[in-house]
């Protein structure tokens, strides 16, 4: 257990629809940062959040945006979705600032478009 | 534009016997690099990494060898155990961002 917490674990939604992504970060930590996986690719770097605000951003469309809160839980919103968002969305927690610090990644949520 | 790649999606050895994973880069600018181990239903677990001024990290049975010069990274898994069946990912990294591989599927028969 990673003590990354991903809520919820399956998500099945209609295209142009919005969901939210709910991650808990492991205790203490105050570095959140989102990733995506789609079917057969690797693991795609999204955004980065640092005690609240942003640090990092990778290749996170605009009909997506983030946010950290004041207890360093992160939510992760997709708005207009469509057919191709359908993947696995991580969340990952790291304790340090020092960039190559392992982090700690929940077990994901599935979301389905149709 | 896929920085980091790894060309074998799967490996099959027998227990006991030395499974090696390969991964190349294209970005200079990496200056760390770490594997992590995938099973079906869970997150990326982190594994062991190793920093671009160094050639060798090894943590148990686990050895990654880096080679900048060729842009190559391996990671070496000696004995291999059925356990170790999982799905490899090896990801550069430079600041704060990490850029994973495809991932290679380890299967290792008893």
């Known amino acids: 257990d990673s003590g990354v917490t991903q809520t919820p674990k399956h998500l099945i939604t209609a295209t142009g629809q919005r969901v939210t992504l709910r991650c808990s970060p492991r205790s203490g930590d105050l570095s959140v940062y989102w990733y995506q996986q789609s079917l057969d690719q690797g693991l795609q770097f999204l955004i980065q959040y640092y005690n609240g605000e942003e640090r990092a951003k990778g290749n996170i469309l605009e009909r997506f945006s983030a946010q950290q809160f004041p207890d360093l839980h992160s939510e992760l919103n997709l708005s207009s979705l469509e057919l191709g968002d359908s993947a696995l969305y991580f969340c990952a927690s790291s304790g340090t600032t020092v960039p190559n610090s392992p982090l700690h990644f929940g077990n994901g949520t599935r979301l389905t478009v149709t | 534009d896929q920085q980091v790649k790894q060309n074998s999606p799967s490996l099959s050895v027998q227990e006991g016997r030395i499974s090696i994973l390969n991964c190349d880069y294209t970005n200079s600018m990496f200056d760390y690099f770490l594997w992590y181990k995938k099973y079906p239903a869970e997150g990326p677990t982190f594994l062991i990494s190793?920093?671009?001024?160094?050639d060798k990290n090894e943590d148990g049975r686990f050895t990654v060898f880096l080679n900048k010069s060729a842009k190559h990274l391996s990671l070496h898994i000696v004995p291999s155990q059925p356990g170790d069946s999982a799905v490899y990912f090896c990801a550069g990294g430079s600041n704060y961002k990490l850029t994973f591989g495809k991932g290679t599927l380890l299967t290792v028969n008893p």
């Open positions: 190793i920093s671009s001024i160094k």
